[in-house]
């Protein structure tokens, strides 16, 4: 029997379990195994994902976030602000830091428990992609800010069921073999927005999505001419701010900015 001890982190209401393993406290693969188990809101502790603090030769650390499948994430921005945090906050970087993942290095700056990101640059920015579903026929647009998301606009955000819906388009042809995202939005006075995503690999809608967020934010410049900063209004209730360079449909220098907190410390036993 282990004990793990970790850290449950929220930011915008998405949670995570956070572990120091510079040390390999929990070896390779088996990584998968456990962020099975330990985010299980049944018989575990319950989160959204695990994230997993490792060595690295590029950067301060190595950030990996594995999802409650056990499936491993590229990037994913809330993670992403809860790492910077818990990294400062244990004195493994400055304010001032950069970390590894899948997607490349990531520049962050912890001000409080406000944390602006430099997120990679959108690539395959695609308009009006037509998704046949159930008979019914829904425009989308695709972006990749890390990880793969399909956006669509919708009026009357709450009324969407967006697990049913969110799922039929995540496993959608047009995106196979891996998948993507799905955020719904809808379009706010005052250069803002609301976002509801449905999460793969969490397989459900979350409270919030990073890098949805940031998805729907250079969507919404690309097609409503939104101007930096985007304000988005997630689910959980929580502002995040979406800042970018533009130039035609090429997106630099992005940057999400919001809260992040820990909520409690803990030790798992892990057999």
């Known amino acids: 029997m282990t004990h793990i001890e970790f850290v449950k982190m929220v930011a915008s209401g998405n949670d995570f379990i956070v572990i120091d393993n510079r040390r390999e406290i929990i070896h390779g693969l088996k990584l998968h195994a456990f962020a099975r188990e330990i985010c299980d809101r049944n018989y575990g502790v319950g989160a959204d994902g695990l994230i997993a603090i490792e060595p690295s030769k590029k950067a301060d650390f190595r950030m990996r976030i594995i999802n409650p499948d056990g499936s491993e994430a590229e990037m994913c921005g809330n993670g992403a602000r809860c790492i910077a945090l818990f990294a400062k906050e244990k004195k493994i970087a400055g304010k001032k830091m950069n970390f590894e993942t899948l997607s490349g290095i990531i520049e962050a700056e912890v001000c409080d428990d406000i944390v602006k990101l430099k997120m990679p640059d959108p690539t395959d920015l695609r308009r009006e992609v037509r998704l046949l579903i159930e008979n019914e026929d829904y425009m989308a647009h695709f972006v990749n800010t890390g990880v793969p998301h ?4 919708v009026e009357d955000l709450d009324s ?18 891996k998948g993507t995202n799905v955020d719904f939005v809808e379009v706010q006075k005052g250069n803002s927005i609301r976002v509801r995503t449905y999460e793969r690999g969490v397989e459900d809608e979350t409270l919030a999505c990073g890098t949805g967020v940031v998805a729907s934010g250079i969507i919404s410049a690309a097609m409503k001419d939104f101007k930096s ?43």
């Not at 399909?150 to 606009?153: D, F, K």
């Not at 969407?160 to 073999?177: M, N, Q, S, Y």
């Open 229 to 271: 900063p985007v304000v988005c209004l997630t689910k959980g209730g929580d502002k995040l701010k979406i800042y970018f360079k533009k130039n035609g449909d090429n997106f630099t220098d992005v940057y999400l900015e919001g809260g992040a907190r820990e909520v409690f410390l803990g030790r798992y036993l892990y057999k």
């Open 150 to 153: 399909t956006i669509i606009y």
């Open 160 to 177: 969407w069921d967006v697990k049913r819906l969110g799922r039929e388009i995540r496993h959608h042809k047009t995106f196979a073999p």
